[in-house]
């Protein structure tokens, strides 16, 4: 098949989530089966260009958008061929990948229109385009008015995978001229169209012909008003087609016996390398080591959706009566980084936060701590979770999302499962996973079997790919 893919972000380019990783992974996984694929890329400024060989391969592409006139170049990685990148300074000179600029909808509707203009170009006719997030929503749309007329798309079917529902651009209708749509503004959802307003995910969700998010319980959960975000109608009508693939693991980056960004590798089968990380894990992060203490980690963004609103309820009495340490890593909402930060302060023996990103202590963390908590509000997919497993890193989870979908429940009698999850987003549902999950670490030759239970796990792209090509076909037919 002809597949394109349109998105924001693509490891390892740009990247701010999951989003990057899965645009990193699913093209590159794709083309070793044997499809013909290209994704699709703005050239942010932020991008290392020094890493990254470009090869131009359209000198000058150019189309209006509204009063605009937009000039791009598209270059291609000369290593990576599927990855291409549209290249225009005017839009992807900010020294983000986002940003709160009254043209955010033109930046990334002019990635849309490059890479459709680009395939014309290229006389590339996709079977499918896969649109990822709001981004790349309006290009079903865009497609069938603005390229309707082309028989080189006669036969392309679109799919729009939702990563995160809550983030949908919304826009003033103001921007409506630069969609260049001409007299099919009636295509525009007209309610909203009154009240002034235009959402660029709702017409991907109304326009593309399939419609996926990122694991089955999320895409059950957005058909509900409790976590639709205003969307769950729209999406209940298209209930048929709107089907969760979980992401996939690149287990070439996360394999602890093959991770070049730990200090000592280790396998299901001699575990003795994960209790040294532990130790030179905690002597990095500033904390004794003392055998026999378990070690909590976390790796998020922090973000209000990761669900950390929890720890100040739970975690100081958890820390002062029993022996357990903690190491958090990440950076975002400062109401949210002062939450670790005072931990720190209170338990500076058994706590450490690092406020920043650094993908090499996401990695050591994961080989260095026993037990990972991740208390999400919901969760679409989740990869940290999924890392954690194959580094033995037994995840405490809130029963949402994809974090429901990859994490089983442990059975202390029969020594089966692979995680601890609690129901209810509360103090009580966090006290109570974590405190399980402590019990069963000292009880002797459970954790063991929780361990081996979890190693075992594979999410690999390699079986995820399958997946998607099968919706391809599906749609394709
Ligand atoms: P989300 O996309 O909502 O942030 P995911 O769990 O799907 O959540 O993906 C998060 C990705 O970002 C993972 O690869 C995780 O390791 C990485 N990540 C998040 N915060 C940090 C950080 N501070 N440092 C390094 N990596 C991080």
């Not at 009254?102 to 006719?125: I, K, P, S, W």
């Not at 169209?193 to 012909?209: M, P, S």
């Not at 919901?378 to 979770?385: D, R, S, V, W």
């Not at 995840?395 to 089983?408: I, K, N, S, Y």
């Amino acid at each position: 098949m002809k597949i394109l893919h349109v998105s924001s972000e693509m490891l390892p380019y740009a990247k701010t989530g999951g989003l990057g990783d899965v645009v990193g992974a699913l093209p590159r996984y794709l083309s070793r089966r044997g499809h013909d694929v290209r994704a699709f890329i703005p050239l942010y400024d932020t991008m290392d260009t020094d890493a990254v060989d470009l090869d131009l391969v359209i000198p000058e592409l150019t189309f209006p958008m509204g009063h605009h006139q937009i000039r791009t170049r598209i270059f291609r990685d000369a290593d990576n061929p599927t990855a291409y990148f549209v290249h225009c300074p005017g839009l992807y000179s900010r020294g983000s990948i986002y940003t709160g600029h009254d043209d955010e909808h033109r930046r990334f509707l002019a990635l849309n229109v490059a890479a459709l203009t680009a395939c014309q170009y290229l006389g590339f006719a996709p079977d499918v385009i896969h649109c990822h997030d709001w981004q790349a929503a309006m290009l079903p749309l865009l497609l069938k008015v603005r390229f309707g007329w082309d028989r080189l798309f006669a036969n392309t079917r679109t799919l729009l995978t939702i990563h995160n529902l809550n983030y949908q651009g919304g826009f003033s209708s103001a921007v409506v001229p630069d969609l260049h749509i001409g007299g099919s503004e009636h295509l525009l959802h007209q309610e909203l169209l009154a009240q002034g307003r235009v959402n660029f995910l709702l017409h991907g969700i109304l326009y593309a012909d399939g419609v996926s998010t990122v694991s089955p319980t999320y895409a059950h959960e957005i058909q509900t008003p409790e976590f639709g975000a205003g969307m769950d109608s729209f999406l209940r009508q298209r209930s048929s087609t709107v089907v969760g693939v979980l992401n996939g693991v690149d287990y070439e980056e996360w394999t602890p016996a093959a991770d070049p960004l730990i200090p000592f590798r280790y396998s299901a089968d001699d575990l003795s390398g994960k209790e040294r990380n532990k130790e030179a894990l905690l002597n990095a992060m500033g904390l004794p080591y003392v055998k026999g203490v378990p070690l909590i980690g976390v790796v998020s963004r922090m973000a209000s959706q990761k669900g950390f609103h929890l720890v100040p309820g739970v975690l100081p009495g958890l820390l002062a009566r029993r022996d357990v340490q903690l190491v958090a890593l990440g950076s975002g909402d400062p109401r949210i980084e002062d939450i670790f930060a005072s931990l720190q302060r209170y338990f500076p023996r058994q706590v450490s936060y690092y406020r920043g990103f650094s993908n090499k202590l996401a990695h050591f963390i994961e080989a260095g701590a026993d037990i990972f908590m991740m208390p999400s509000v919901y969760e679409p997919c989740g990869l940290n979770q999924m890392y954690s497993l194959r580094y033995g890193t037994i995840p405490v989870v809130h029963r949402t999302g994809g974090l429901a979908d990859t994490v089983q429940l442990v059975d202390p009698v029969n020594g089966t499962g692979t995680g601890f999850l609690f129901d209810h987003h509360t103090e009580e549902g966090l006290r109570w996973g974590l405190t399980t999950a402590l019990k069963a670490y000292r009880t002797p030759g459970l954790w063991e079997k929780i361990v081996a239970n979890a190693m075992a796990m594979d999410y690999s792209w390699e079986h995820q790919t399958l997946v998607y090509e099968e919706l391809y076909s599906r749609l394709v037919s």
